[in-house]
């Protein structure tokens, strides 16, 4: 074999042939307690019992025995192996059998994979371990009756690895590292130069041996170089995590002792490393502690299964102070996968607790405030807001409260009386107590809730009330109260009255955060209160003015983009009869309303809001402009007659002397739009005209027939239908933007139109630019101006068939809808819709005439439109338990988010509507809409 300097040497002496640098290698390869049992290898003892062990490996071993391998070559038991593994080395001496054993933490040659073959009288392999065969990676069959120095040495080591076999088989053994290289598996026998294979280090121990017919032979030990490397690296790579680490580590053995322990957590518990070897869980954590972490120990050594951030607590040496650890817990195994103890990975977190504590305090305040913010101010009533106050901080901030008001504010004084002592009357509006029939304070007698009071000039709550600052009131010695806060009640730096937080006895004291907490509470309540006394003092002007309120926010509708502006005249001119609205009607259609009631005050407002809700119910039955302005002029006559509409109607006719100041008369204009033809159709009565504004063109007022104003009867009212373009502009008003005393009708319609130079510019600009370009002479009348910008319906937002009369178009329409959902990526939709469209179809056919129109929109909700030419409107019954029809309807009505019908010049359209599955409106699930019907 070749040599890479190695001394060989005779078989009576055979550690002459041992290199000592040799040996160092293999030790420095080595880790730990590994480089001494390396060392004896190369020792005189170590050549003798390896000698006699191989001797006895050769005549005993078979082939598929690996461990066996390794115990023939195994020191004899009177070979000291102190230093082969950690516990060994510790222990000092083993039992007599222990070099046949496994011992705990394991056996070296668990890492280190020695493997062993043997060389026959003829210079051949003549047995091969299993080991060899992954080191080498060439099975047995095919290494036995190879020549080693031709098969593994390269070609230019070859002539010198002969003589040293020969040297061998004369009887001398040898010891050294050897480079080999494995032969491809087609060539490997020839032992050619050109055969591939991978190439390696090993360090080869050959002993010479005899056959059982006395003929020379030898047995080698192979361990390959580079799992020692391994073995160094890794050990190193372990030796700076376990030190280095700037977390506690233990390693805890099978007794759950600690085995060693790094310095980190030695600086924690104090003493040096060795100190804390052999000690348990016991000596570091309380009993109960203790415990529970000695079973989570046990289980996580029995499963292996890890822990990760348990935490434990408990105190360090030399203080009091309770600490909290959050431990990682894994079983360690050996190099054969044997369980060896568990590793204990444990980071101080008493100041993250700490600090989480600190937030969860912050999160109930924000949490307190935000119920507190939905839960105050509900009800416009003083005594229900304190109560609803009090709900609030009993029992989540103190355990008992009471609110006192001034009783100057709840008799509806301008200015609360008292405020420069603060020892006004109080009336005490609210109390409550987590604590059964507790009093709250600790001398004097409680104040019954509604009897009045005032509190003493020194004491703490009237200096409360005088300087609008929360004072701390100090708890009587043997009183069931600790804490009280007495807390301002200030609403638009006004003081409305005191609040009185109280913490019993057991609870945590007030702190500042608390105190920052409590004017917070307070001054949301004192806010609402102070709201609901203004609601008070106002009640029934309010009541009147709620009535007739405008549309709240910007309008929105489909197709269209809005835009609305009203000013209401000032304090002097009394309030106006002007409105507007914005209609959502069926089909993604709208319906824009501009109105105004001639006169003013109080009984025009009342006026205009019974019409802007007439308008609203009618537009509801989906009535055409000329029908919804018929029948509001119904409603305006029957508004100044005491038995109403059909009383008006009787007495038309009859003379009798007018009360001209009973006479309601109003101006409206009332729209249509429809998004999907953009087409609008008008109808007027007494209103100015509309304006449009096309693109590109100049603004132009429309030719809409007056008609006659609301209230007067006897004409009809007539529709107009215009086109309007893509992009155009349309503009509804009132008479108080456009006429005033100084300016006549026409010279304000005529600026109008020519204040609509840019309809491009943003709807609100545009309404900002009309209103401060014309001289309105605001205060004189009302003006509501209401914009609204064309946007139709894209195309491919409309799904639209016409199917036969015949049963067939039942399924066909069905098939249409499904694939028109799914194109527009409306799945979750597709099976109510079916089923819905499935209905309506149905009930056409049965019950309808002519063609059938199928019509799908999409824009904010989903529409379905079912077209056909009868004239006889559906009507929905509820259907007995025994009949076996008559629930189609009912079903539309459950699933769906609204449905109606409505009358077309050529028949009648039903529909349904079906909010999308992003929208606020959740789906109604079809199941349990069935079942509902029975």
């Not at 055969?195 to 280090?201: C, F, I, P, Y």
């Not at 007495?486 to 702190?511: C, I, N, W, Y």
């Not at 205009?608 to 402009?625: I, K």
């Not at 999907?676 to 007494?686: E, I, K, L, S």
Request: hydrophobic share 40%; proline share 6%.
């Amino acid at each position: 074999m070749s040599e890479i300097p190695a001394k060989a040497t005779e078989s009576e002496d055979p550690s002459d042939g041992a290199r000592a640098d040799e040996a160092g290698d293999v030790a420095r390869a080595v880790p730990g307690d590994t480089a001494d049992a390396a060392t004896d290898h190369a020792s005189d003892d170590t050549a003798d019992h390896a000698s006699d062990g191989a001797a006895k490996a050769t005549a005993d071993h078979t082939a598929d025995d690996d461990r066996d391998y390794a115990d023939a070559a195994a020191p004899g038991p009177d070979v000291d192996r102190t230093g082969e593994t950690g516990e060994m080395g510790e222990a000092g001496e083993l039992p007599g059998d222990a070099m046949w054993q496994s011992s705990p933490p394991g056996s070296i040659y668990d890492y280190i994979k020695a493997a062993s073959f043997s060389i026959g009288a003829d210079g051949l392999v003549d047995q091969w371990s299993l080991r060899a065969e992954q080191i080498f990676g060439i099975p047995a069959e095919r290494a036995v009756g190879l020549d080693p120095i031709e098969a593994f040495v390269p070609a230019d080591r070859r002539e010198s690895g002969q003589r040293k076999m020969a040297e061998i088989l004369d009887g001398r053994e040898w010891t050294g590292l050897v480079p080999f290289r494995t032969p491809a598996a087609e060539d490997a026998g020839e032992g050619s130069e050109d055969s591939g294979g991978r190439e390696g280090l090993a360090e080869v121990y050959v002993m010479p041996t005899t056959t059982e017919h006395g003929e020379r032979a030898a047995v080698c030990i192979v361990v390959d170089v580079r799992t020692l490397r391994t073995i160094e690296t890794d050990l190193a790579a372990s030796q700076a995590i376990f030190g280095q680490s700037p977390f506690g580590f233990l390693l805890i053995d099978t007794d759950l002792q600690v085995r060693r322990a790094n310095q980190r957590f030695a600086s924690i518990f104090g003493g040096t490393v060795d100190d804390h070897r052999g000690k348990g869980v016991h000596d570091y954590l309380p009993h109960a502690e203790a415990e529970r972490v000695t079973a989570v120990l046990r289980r996580v050594l029995e499963t292996g299964d890890s822990i990760t951030d348990m935490h434990v607590t408990g105190q360090v040496p030399g203080s009091d102070e309770r600490r909290h650890w959050s431990i990682n817990l894994y079983r360690v195994h050996s190099g054969s996968g044997r369980p060896i103890g568990i590793a204990w990975l444990g980071t101080d977190i008493t100041s993250r607790r700490a600090a989480a504590r600190e937030a969860a305090a912050a999160r109930r305040n924000l949490a307190l405030l935000n119920e507190a913010g939905a839960r105050i101010g509900n009800s416009l009533d003083l005594e229900t807001t304190a109560r609803e106050l009090l709900d609030v901080v009993v029992p989540g901030f103190c355990d008992l409260a009471t609110v006192d008001l001034y009783q100057g504010l709840l008799a509806g004084d301008e200015t609360p009386p008292g405020l420069a002592d603060g020892s006004a009357e109080l009336r005490r509006v609210a109390f409550a107590s987590a604590v059964s029939d507790a009093p709250f304070a600790g001398g004097p007698a409680p104040v019954a809730v509604g009897a009045v009071h005032h509190f003493p000039f020194n004491s703490p709550c009237a200096d409360a009330l005088r300087t609008a600052r929360p004072q701390h009131i100090p708890a009587d010695d043997g009183g069931l109260i600790q804490s009280t806060l007495a807390v301002p009640m200030v609403a638009h730096d006004t003081v409305v009255g005191l609040a009185q937080f109280s913490r019993t006895k057991g609870s945590e004291p007030f702190g500042e955060r608390d105190r920052a907490l409590a004017v917070e509470l307070a001054a949301r309540a004192a806010v609402c209160i102070d709201n609901a006394r203004l609601y008070r003092r106002e009640h029934e002007r309010a009541l009147i003015l709620q009535r007739s309120l405008l549309p709240p926010g910007d309008p929105e509708a489909s197709g269209l983009d809005i835009a609305c502006r009203y000013l209401p005249g000032n304090a002097a001119t009394e309030v106006g009869g002007d409105w507007f609205d914005v209609i959502e009607l069926p089909g993604h259609r709208t319906a824009l309303v501009v109105g105004d009631v001639m006169g003013r005050g109080l009984r025009a407002a009342v006026a205009m809001g019974e019409l802007r809700t007439a308008v609203r119910t009618l537009a509801l039955l989906d009535l055409e402009p000329a029908e919804v302005l018929s029948a509001l002029d119904e409603i305006a006559r029957g508004l100044g007659t005491p038995g109403g509409v059909q009383q008006a109607t009787r007495t038309a006719r009859q003379p009798r002397d007018a009360d001209l100041s009973e006479v309601y008369l109003a101006t409206c204009v009332y729209a249509v739009y429809d998004s999907v033809t953009r087409r609008c159709t008008f109808a007027n009565a007494g209103h100015l005209p509309p304006v449009l504004v096309e693109p590109g063109e100049t603004a132009l007022m429309l030719d809409v027939p007056p008609g006659m104003p609301l209230g007067v009867g006897g004409e009809p009212f007539e529709e107009v239908e215009v086109e309007l373009p893509e992009g155009a502009l349309l503009a509804l008003y009132t008479d108080g933007l456009v006429e005033s005393r100084d300016h006549p009708l026409d010279e304000g319609l005529q600026a109008f139109v020519g204040a609509l130079t840019d309809p491009s510019r943003p709807l609100e600009d545009v309404c900002d630019h009309v209103l401060n370009t014309l001289d309105t002479h605001h205060g004189e009348d009302d003006i509501a101006l209401l914009m609204a910008r064309v946007q139709g319906l894209p195309a491919e937002s409309v799904g639209d068939w016409t199917l036969p009369r015949e049963p067939r178009s039942v399924g066909r329409a069905r098939e249409y809808t499904r694939a028109q959902l799914v194109a527009w990526d409306l799945e979750p939709l597709v099976d109510t819709t079916e089923l819905l469209v499935s209905e309506l179809v149905t009930n056409a056919l049965r019950y309808g005439e002519g063609e059938i129109r199928l019509r799908l929109l999409l824009d904010r909700t989903l529409v379905c439109e079912v077209w056909d030419a009868g004239l006889v409107q559906p009507r929905r019954r509820r259907a007995r338990d025994t009949d076996e029809g008559g629930r189609g309807l009912q079903l539309v009505g459950l699933l769906s988010a609204g449905w109606g019908s409505r009358r077309t010049p050529r028949g009648k359209t039903v529909w349904f509507e079906l909010p999308l599955p992003d929208g606020e409106t959740g789906l109604t699930d079809p199941a349990e809409a069935l079942l509902s019907l029975f």
